[in-house]
């Protein structure tokens, strides 16, 4: 069979301003992509391609156009061609693209079903999620808080770094006042907005409010102020952005040896796709650095794919996969989240209707 493929772009609309330090949104666009077998059209695997504005470079005003024509040099191959192509060239395409093809292969090869990692999700497997709670005024933080605890999160994950910090410091104590009794844990995502003459201050500051940890607390790049940060920090560092661009076994290898970060945080569409992603899990447990899943925001398809990989692995740490109501215009499918934990839902079932495929 000879794969082809269609795309269809579609602009997510946020329900609320989503601030972080790196500025707000209020919608983006991502693409799916379908791929078929011509003599079959209606049996499809679906991937979803979701560089994020601020942080996935390949995301230039030429994205699409590059986009189909990566589609390109896969058309007209056998599905199992394409699938070795894609192992053999990974390291060379952008990390939305490749996830987006590896989704979409994986599903074309279990039948169309939006099956793209089967295994321990659709067999009932829950995944504990973090609550994620995003910059606003210190009104809005403390009643989006009041909301996530309500709804049964145990584990809170806060933006900070664009308020004052002293008001940030006064959201978190008020957690640890109110909610003494839920044992919260608290994730901080600072996003790099901590400068390197405040950074130990600031970190010092935090630890007096039993932080579990905080991503990104400088910029990524800085390799010798980042070791410092780590090595002095009283609160265990976890990488993001510093994974970004990083695409060979041997660098990341290097990159975990001469940080030793004590968490990394994934994100196949910025971090190399779901291979890439598997790469860096490998290296950090041999490391036994903890790391855990978290979306680029996608849509509930690539949500989905997300939590099917994630269920696959043995985690004992919350996931940063409760990013499926953001929208107003997500696609309906079958993930649930409730009382602080993301399950398969089958008894809602895909809906693409709001999708228009355009060949590639």
Known sequence: ?????????????????????????????????????????????????????????????SFEQNLRQHLHAFSKLSLQEAISKLKEEHTRLPSSVVMALEMAFA??????????????????????????????????????????????????????????????????????????????TIRLDANGAFKPDDVLYKLNELAKYNIHSIEQPVKSGQVELMKEVIRHSPIPIALDEELIGIYHDQQKEALLTELNPHYIILKPSLHGGFIGSEEWITIAEKKNIGWWMTSALESNVGLYAIAQFTANKKITLPQGLGTGKLYDNNIPGPLLVEKGILKSFPQQPWNFDDLTFQPS
């Open 1 to 61: 069979m000879a794969i082809h493929f269609s795309v269809a772009k579609h602009n997510l609309v946020f329900n609320f301003e989503a601030r972080t330090s790196r500025g707000a949104m209020r919608e983006r666009i991502v693409w799916f992509i379908k791929v078929f077998d011509s003599a079959n059209p209606s049996v499809f695997g679906l991937g979803e391609c979701a560089p994020l504005p601020g942080l996935s470079s390949e995301l230039t005003e």
């Open 107 to 184: 599903d074309l090869e279990n039948k169309g079903e939006r099956q793209y990692f089967p295994g321990e999700f659709e067999r009932g497997k829950t995944i504990d999620i973090n609550g994620l709670i995003w910059m606003a005024d210190m009104d809005l933080m403390l009643q989006q808080i009041a909301i996530k605890i309500y709804d049964g999160f145990t584990c809170i994950k806060m933006k900070v770094g664009s308020l004052n910090f002293e008001k940030e410091c006064d959201v978190i104590s008020y957690i640890r006042r109110k909610y003494y009794r839920e044992s919260i």
